[in-house]
């Protein structure tokens, strides 16, 4: 008797399923205007998602390399702010002068306009990959678990996913409840919702953020390439399984469950 290898696929969103680069660029350079500050590419944006709204806003606002020494404005007090010429800023452990744009409140405030302005336009430009809505007919036909997990805050992905996929059923997007990827939480959370074993689960996702959440879940993790990232970064981070289109994921899928007995 012939018995699948893996009966469950779980999916990241951006990059992966749907192209949301463009939405996504347009929500940041809105809350960035509204505070009276400079916006950002399509490539930064590119660049910068991943690893939640939040995140994202913070790279926007302060750049990448505060994000990477200083994690978030939140982690700044307001003893460690000085003013140098004029420009409010802080100072790491190696005296580099970091300038702050936007303070704590400020910051939140662009936070909310951004998710209030993408939550009203998120459906503007995006839209699934190419082949992507017959790959996954194709999935549910042939008997497989579907779900997404994104760190993209939870109501926008289930309205995403309810548009564009409705067949899928469980979408996990980023709550407080649960910690975000690359911990393993929310792609547990999906297993659980789906009544399925990470044992017979494979992870698809186009970031290192993706490679790391599906190593951290104990999972294989296929690496598409037509996503926010490129082979070079996703192989530095680990990845070892790449798909060039979605016809590759099932053409491995196929062989990897072809002779199990």
Known sequence: MTVKKYDTVIFDLDGTLLNTLGDLAAADNHALAEAGLPGVTLEQTRLYVGNGVRNLMLRSVYGPEFVSVFGDIASISAVDVETRDGIQGVRDT?????????????????????????????????????????????????????????????????????????????????????????????????????????????????????????????MKCISCLWGFRGRKVLEANGADTFAKAPEDIAGWLDMENGMML
């Not at 839209?127 to 805050?153: C, H, M, R, T």
């Not at 564009?164 to 649960?178: L, M, T």
């Open 94 to 218: 190696d005296g580099r002068f970091f300038a702050l744009p936007a303070d704590r409140a400020q910051f939140e405030d662009i936070l909310s306009s951004f998710r209030k302005y993408y939550s009203e336009n998120m459906m503007v430009n995006t839209k699934p990959y190419d082949g992507i809505p017959e790959f996954l007919a194709k999935l549910s036909e042939d008997g497989f678990a579907i779900a997404v997990v994104s760190n993209k805050f939870d109501s926008a992905v289930k309205k995403l996913c309810a548009y564009f996929f409705p067949d899928i059923k469980v979408a996990v997007g980023q709550q407080e409840s649960v910690s975000k990827k690359p911990a393993p939480d929310m792609v547990y959370e999906a297993l659980h919702q789906l009544g399925k074993d990470r044992g017979n689960a494979v992870y698809v996702g186009d970031s290192e953020v993706d490679v790391q959440t599906a190593a951290n879940a104990g």
